[in-house]
């Protein structure tokens, strides 16, 4: 299962309906397997739609969801006022570095101890 994140934009001051999620799960064709979709309307960049899907790679995960959701803004008259700038797995490196508690970006693993003789530092 993937999560792919579609990134869409107002044309006006637009808000998205309710019932938005049902709006653009309901846009699936059969076999895209859309399992699940979270609505985040007031994200600090824009209304962006999480889709939860089965797919064979993240790739072919980004472009059932960039066409569920490119379906749902030309076919319903209420999502009229959106336009899709694109669908793609977000990274979450940042989130972990935080969590535990690394000053920059890198690994998100410990570095190999090479004194030791043991390529891993036990956590």
Known sequence: MYM???????KSSESLPG???EIFRGSAK???SVEYVVV????P???VVGLFL???SLEQAEEIGAAVCGRALRTRRELSGFLLLGCEGRLVGPYFDRM???????QVMPRPD????????DF
């Open 54 to 56: 089965l797919a064979r």
């Open 40 to 43: 985040h309307p007031d994200t």
């Open 30 to 32: 059969p076999g895209e």
């Open 100 to 106: 535990f508690g690394w000053d920059g970006p890198g």
């Open 4 to 10: 792919v994140h579609a990134q869409l934009a107002a």
């Open 19 to 21: 019932g938005a999620s």
């Open 114 to 121: 090479h004194d030791s003789g043991n390529p891993f530092l």
């Open 45 to 47: 960049v824009g209304p």
